[in-house]
């Protein structure tokens, strides 16, 4: 599976062309914005998008979802908690395929109710769930500190530590990282109870 990491908009948002190399299947990633930088790409490599992904349902992130649908005639996937419009809903654990390629859909809530992370090829999409270095705020409609603490520590930091991150915005000190390397830099997977994570976070 070959990654293409795009960087849109003044909101440094990562978009993401994941293409299955054998068969040039492809699936697109939260695309909001310089949807012309999204086409290009798709072009160049002569992909075929079967799927637009959002690994939620905020602006920054699903914007470009009817433009690339209408142009690719993609089907658009959310998590079933998703209050935007859709094609395909999903819930936890289901999988996504194209060509040869997989992703596996993982219920992350907190900073949204419909907050989703990807995992395939020794990848994760992790969307505005954890970013390098930090993960997402809990003030928004839908966000909830608790839910995001259980996200944090009883799934993501469970899973295998070789995984290469890959966030949904460029805030960190590199575009993309580790598990195991997040799990012993990022200060917000260091060991915490859920009370002193509610606090630090200064929300429930």
């Known amino acids: 599976m070959k990654v293409h990491q795009i960087e849109v908009g003044n909101m440094q948002n990562f978009t993401y062309i994941l293409e299955d190399e054998e068969t040039g299947e492809a699936v697109i990633i939260d695309p909001s914005w310089d949807l012309e930088k999204i086409q290009k790409v798709i072009e160049r490599n002569n992909l075929k998008v079967k799927y637009i992904v959002n690994t939620h349902y905020h602006f920054d992130h699903t914007i470009g979802n009817e433009f690339l649908a209408k142009v690719t005639n993609a089907k658009i996937i959310q998590h079933e908690a998703s209050t935007i419009k859709n094609d395909i809903r999903l819930?936890?654990?289901?999988?996504?395929?194209f060509g040869k390629s997989q992703l596996t859909v993982i219920h992350t809530p907190g900073h949204s109710k419909d907050s989703i992370c990807l995992v395939g090829d020794g990848k994760i999409f992790s969307g505005d769930t954890l970013f390098v270095g930090n993960c997402g705020r809990v003030d928004l409609p839908g966000g909830s500190a608790r839910e995001l603490y259980h996200s944090l520590f009883d799934v993501i930091y469970r899973l295998n530590e070789d995984?290469?991150?890959y966030p949904g915005h460029?805030?960190?000190t590199s575009t993309s990282?580790?598990?195991g390397k997040e799990k012993r830099t990022n200060f917000v997977l260091q060991p915490k109870t859920e009370p002193e994570f509610t606090?630090?976070?200064g929300s429930e």
Do not use: A, C, R, V
Not at 91 to 97: G, H, P, R
């Open 199 to 201: 606090e630090f976070m």
């Open 177 to 179: 990282s580790t598990l």
């Open 91 to 97: 819930s936890n654990n289901d999988k996504i395929s």
């Open 163 to 165: 995984l290469i991150l």
């Open 170 to 172: 460029n805030y960190g």
